[in-house]
């Protein structure tokens, strides 16, 4: 186990006019467990490659347990990779698939298997010992390449979107086991997807970055109840939250010719940053079909049943409200019924708690109140 700092961190390809990586600063304590998120091209998976020194650091500098990593070689950081394509040698056993990198690294016969039987029980692999890759399943696959990783017994493992490959029932089965079994190892692990309920059901802390920048690093609780800005906003929460920009007027915001108030302390903070439009966020359950909060009229475009709840799609007919991008807004809101409205259908949507509205500036996208 070990302690990971980035310091500034930054890397540049060669021929690129911007950094992949622009002056990352990440803090990471021994045993937890970190994800580092974000859309392509956001440097996610470079800055992990940094890290296991698959990648240059061009400025800045990575520490593992205060050693600077500038200039090591991946083999000499005791780090363990686990990559989306498993990596598996096709003509090797699943045994020995596990066990060949303390082949390479000269261990006795005895202690690798007694390594790699270890972690065969611990993840359920036991009676494959003797397959070769192409008899298995994805997720037993990719159970192959963690037991590879674990039989090393490195002080950090470094894991590159593992769960890509597999189908949406298995990415849910086989996160829980990663995250159960990092918490039983204890061993620090840096975890890189683009999958942000992915990122919010497994980590310690989530890195979210945007154009190889840090745009919030907090837990996974952090993030979705205070994000620092309109992109974490819109890009943590599934469905994601509405973000509208709208004019400011006395007591609130004016949505559609609907006066949404806010509370004295939000109205202070806008006017001391002088603003005369906000960009709010309202997440789909603080929108309600029923209510005798704030409303304002939508057309259903779309209605999503998921058998336990409802997701309604809609947009305000008339003059539309736009977003950051311009956009026509469309709203998102979260029914407990099924099926409680058709497309195509006007309705009123509430809003159930003006004071859990996001606000952030319109030009930069930060946020506005705290």
Do not use: W
Not at 24 to 49: C, M, N
Not at 51 to 71: C, F, N, W, Y
Not at 232 to 250: E, K, Q, R, Y
């Amino acid at each position: 186990m070990a302690t990971v700092r980035y310091e500034n961190a930054s890397c540049l390809y060669s021929g690129a006019d911007t950094l992949a990586v622009d002056s990352l600063d990440l803090d990471i304590a021994d045993g937890e467990f970190i994800v580092l998120v974000g859309p392509s091209g956001s440097g996610k998976s470079t800055a992990l490659r940094m890290l296991a020194g698959l990648e240059e650091i061009d400025t800045g500098s990575i520490r593992i347990d205060g050693r600077d990593m500038v200039g090591v070689p991946s083999k000499d950081r005791d780090i363990a990779m686990v990559f989306q394509n498993y990596a598996l040698y096709p003509s090797k056993t699943v045994g020995e698939n596990m066990g060949f990198a303390l082949k390479m690294m000269k261990v006795p016969l005895a202690e690798r298997k007694r390594r790699v039987a270890e972690a065969a029980e611990l993840l359920g692999l036991t009676p494959y010992l003797d397959r070769k890759p192409a008899k298995l399943s994805g997720g037993q696959r990719q159970r192959v390449a963690m037991g590879r990783a674990i039989v090393r017994e490195p002080r950090v493992f470094c894991m590159d979107e593992p769960l890509s490959n597999l189908d949406a029932k298995l990415r849910v089965q086989t996160r829980t086991q990663i995250a159960a079994l990092q918490r039983r190892l204890g061993t620090t692990t840096v975890y890189v997807t683009h999958d942000q309920v992915e990122a919010m059901t497994m980590g310690d802390r989530v890195a979210v970055l945007r154009d190889g920048r840090l745009q919030q690093f907090s837990t996974p609780a952090e993030l979705y109840d205070h994000p620092a800005n309109a992109f974490v906003a819109g890009f943590i929460g599934s469905p994601s939250m509405t973000l509208c920009t709208v004019p400011v007027v006395a007591d609130g915001v004016d949505l559609a010719g609907t006066t949404v108030p806010l509370p004295r302390d939000r109205m202070t903070r806008i006017a001391e940053a002088g603003l005369t439009t906000v960009t709010i966020g309202v997440r789909p359950e603080h929108l309600q079909l029923r209510g005798d909060t704030p409303a304002f009229a939508v057309t259903v475009e779309l209605v999503e049943d998921l058998g336990s709840e409802s997701y309604v799609y809609a947009r305000i007919p008339g003059a539309p409200v736009t977003g950051l991008d311009g956009d026509e807004v469309t709203f998102v809101a979260r029914s407990p019924q099924r099926a409680p409205a058709r497309p195509g259908e006007s309705i009123t949507l509430h809003i159930a708690d003006p004071a859990a509205i996001h606000l952030f500036h319109p030009a930069t996208g930060n946020r506005v109140e705290g």
